[in-house]
């Protein structure tokens, strides 16, 4: 079965710093891959998707994800990060034919100004 | 587009009422699912339909919480009787149900039993 581990619940970055969530993945055969930000009172908006297209894929918001398959990673980085980036980020795992997401536990996000 | 909604917004009831919460999938989506998000066990997975048809409920935490989608375009989950500890914020999310999509999330119910 996938899975996603996701380390350190509480990620604190001064604004105009780099963002950098680190995900990693479980999987017997290649994934699609997920991430998805949940701001306060509102539910889980994609963020970007990996579907076995370019390794490099470009999000909403200024955020991008690199697939490694040789780390088996997924990380998610924005170059400056801003006030409005507070919120919690979930990396989520899938199988072509599967429709069930695994989810990691989340990193919530705090900006410092 | 009309995304996934879910009603109601913010539920208050005593212990041992009956709650049913709603939800109306994105039109055209074949797949629908229902998730519980507390801070102590964080988002779990408690069921979810294809085609109208629960394909796995291990998730529901006990016999209290019942499932159902009589139709493409609307489900319920219902909790009968309710106690404190379903205290939670629910999710319904649905997709297009092939491979590799990614699922499109409500705004969630905050539930609250007294």
């Known amino acids: 079965a996938q899975s996603v581990t996701q380390l350190g619940s509480h990620v604190s970055v001064s604004e105009g710093a780099l963002v950098l969530l680190r995900c990693n993945y479980s999987?017997?055969?290649?994934?699609?891959l997920f991430w998805y930000v949940q701001y306060p009172n509102q539910g889980l908006q994609l963020l970007l998707k990996?579907?076995?297209?370019?390794?490099l894929v470009k999000g909403i918001n200024g955020f991008e994800a690199e697939f490694k398959k040789s780390e088996t990673s997924f990380h998610l980085t924005k170059p400056s990060a801003h006030m409005s980036d507070a919120a919690e980020y979930f990396c989520a795992v899938t199988l072509y034919g599967n429709n069930r997401l695994a989810f990691g536990k989340g990193n919530q996000v705090v900006v410092i100004p | 587009d009309a995304g996934v909604i879910q009603s109601p917004r913010h539920e208050v009831t005593e212990m041992g009422q009956e709650v049913t919460l709603r939800c109306k999938p994105i039109s055209g989506h074949n797949s629908l699912f229902w998730y519980r998000q507390t801070m102590m066990r964080g988002l779990e997975l408690l069921i979810y339909f294809n085609n109208n048809v629960p394909i796995d409920d291990s998730g529901m935490p006990e016999d209290r919480f019942s499932a159902k989608m009589p139709n493409a375009s609307f489900s319920t989950l219902k909790i009968q009787p309710s106690e404190p500890r379903d205290s939670a914020v629910y999710f319904c999310a649905s997709s297009p149900g092939t491979g590799g999509q990614p699922q499109h999330f409500g705004d969630g119910t905050r539930l609250s039993i007294l």
């Open positions: 990996y579907t076995s297209a370019a390794t």
């Open positions: 999987s017997s055969v290649p994934p699609y």
